[in-house]
């Protein structure tokens, strides 16, 4: 995730837990400006971290992936720039590449004339380079939240303000690719744009520090949702 604690604007923050909780090793990634992580995976050789920099970016915020061994050393890192403000938030890995899911926009947050756009980067999994960037959205602000894979493609979740209820409200947005990232639709310029997105690629180091810090026992409260019904549009002719 994200501190404060140790360094001015904010790093990474990975912890490696013990099955009892206990702390095994920790470790905060980061240079002089606001870095975050949002998703960690375990691979057989180390870990794969993926979220924003804004201590190495050309310019608001760049994706930033870091290849981690199994002690928190670094293994290789890099960063993505496609627009002028990339988040990435979720990380699946294919049989030949890691598949990588975000937000870009031009502007910051999204209230400008650059709206939010879904972001899918696929990269190489020995040196993180990209074998394909693509884009997907309207006119208003589209958001990710996961990624599965298929036997031909990916199904893509998230958010719409485009092709919503009124345009004011977000709707939940399923899409279905193929390997390429081409939408699997009948008509796919009918209702979305889906761009071919180029994305620079370009190295980080950043300074890892060790932290320390103590864990303590938490409680929490478990609550019940009741469920509600899901109106389905499908965006096709």
């Known amino acids: 995730g994200h501190t404060t604690s140790y360094g001015v604007n904010g790093s990474v923050w990975i912890l490696k837990l013990n099955a ?19 998703f960690i995976k375990e691979l057989p050789d180390g870990y794969l971290v993926v979220g924003y920099t804004r201590s190495f970016g050309v310019s608001g915020s760049d994706i930033w992936v870091l290849k981690l061994n199994f002690d928190g050393s670094v293994n290789w890192q890099k960063k993505f720039n496609c627009k002028e403000w990339d988040f990435a938030y979720f990380c699946k890995e294919a049989p030949d590449g890691f598949i990588i899911g975000g937000d870009t926009a031009e502007d910051s947050g999204g209230e400008g004339p650059g709206k939010k756009d879904i972001l899918i980067l696929k990269i190489t999994k020995d040196l993180g380079n990209v074998i394909f960037a693509k884009t997907y ?5 589209d958001l990710f939240s996961s990624i599965e894979l298929t036997s031909d493609g990916f199904i893509i979740g998230g958010y719409t303000q485009s092709f919503g209820q009124d345009g004011l409200y977000f709707d939940l947005w399923v899409l279905k690719t193929l390997e390429n990232g081409d939408l699997f639709l009948f008509d796919k310029n009918a209702y979305i744009d889906e761009i071919a997105t180029s994305c620079n690629v370009g190295t980080t180091s950043c300074t890892v520090n ?27 002719p």
């Open 210 to 236: 060790n932290t320390t810090v103590q864990g303590v026992n938490t409680t929490c409260s478990i609550y019940n949702f009741s469920e509600y019904n899901i109106i389905i549009k499908q965006q096709v």
């Open 20 to 38: 009892d909780g206990t702390i095994n090793w920790e470790k905060t990634y980061g240079g002089s400006g606001e870095d975050d992580a949002y």
């Open 137 to 141: 959205g309207g006119e208003e602000n």
